[in-house]
């Protein structure tokens, strides 16, 4: 009976050779290239998965998914004696067409492939795109764009392209990081003494800031007003956030206490005589 129903099944065509029961079969065959598909995902995501960058091993489990899904696909075909060669022309004039429609498609995988070779920046990283105006978390590098969380928390996706051809600053990758400011100070103030109450402010308020390399002090400028010196501390990088703000009111309160004036902009006026 069984025999027979097959049979009955290969003798039901529908278009051209191809027969309910080569189509039963194809669907077989996707069926288990689907169940494999799935399993190699799962077994790669077990065992070499954790090894590899979160975006990286992302865009290779989709490449082996799909890819056992084509090979079975063309399994499919090739078993059941389908001629594509009549497409083949027609595809390749197709698929010229949709190239140049595509080209910043094709440009975005491509730039996509080059940032997980090189890998200037890894996901988690804290980084600044100056070109851009953007500064965030990098979330992941995907097939055609990247995502980052701006420190507003919002999303912004990136073509790849622009990603790979701008200037990528990445603020996590050196294990310290230094901030500095630029204070004035009155003319009458004493330089060393004003550099000394300040340094002795940062060692009691700042004790994440290194003592190796130490607090700099440079006179930068006479200015108009006031004696501007630039004050440049070093700190790990996971303070980078509060350092520049801290500083900035740890040089301030220095000062006050000490009673050395912050001057602000003056300006003589001559009042022209009739």
Do not use: C
Not at 149 to 174: H, M, Q, W
Not at 258 to 272: C, M, N, Y
């Amino acid at each position: 009976m069984v025999l027979e129903f097959l049979q009955g099944l290969s003798q039901m065509q529908i278009i051209g050779e191809l027969t309910v029961l080569s189509l039963l079969i194809g669907g077989i065959i996707m069926a288990i290239g689907t169940i494999i598909a799935k399993i190699a995902k799962l077994l790669f995501h077990k065992y070499y998965a954790p090894t590899l960058p979160k975006d990286t091993a992302q865009n290779i489990s989709k490449l082996i998914y799909f890819g056992i899904i084509i090979i079975s696909f063309f399994v499919f075909t090739s078993s059941q004696g389908i001629d594509f060669s009549g497409l083949a022309v027609a595809g390749g004039i197709f698929a010229v067409v949709i190239g140049f429609a595509t080209q910043s498609v094709v440009s975005n995988l491509i730039s996509g492939l080059f940032l997980m070779i090189e890998k200037p920046v890894k996901h988690g990283d804290t980084i600044q795109i100056p070109d851009m105006g953007i500064s965030g978390t990098l979330l992941d590098i995907a097939t055609f764009s990247s995502r980052v969380r701006k420190f507003d928390g919002t999303v912004i996706r990136i073509p790849n392209e622009k990603f790979f051809t701008s200037n990528i600053r990445s603020l996590s990758t050196s294990t310290v990081r230094r901030a500095d400011i630029m204070v004035g100070i009155a003319y009458k103030d004493d330089i060393d003494n004003a550099i000394s109450v300040i340094k002795k402010e940062i060692q009691i308020t700042m004790p994440f800031v290194l003592s190796i390399p130490e607090p700099e002090f440079r006179v930068e400028e006479l200015g108009d007003s006031s004696v501007n010196i630039q004050v440049l501390v070093w700190h790990p990088k996971d303070d980078w956030s509060q350092a520049q703000p801290i500083l900035l009111t740890t040089v301030k309160r220095a000062l006050d206490k000490s009673g050395i004036e912050i001057p602000f902009p003056q300006r003589v006026i001559w009042k022209a005589k009739d």
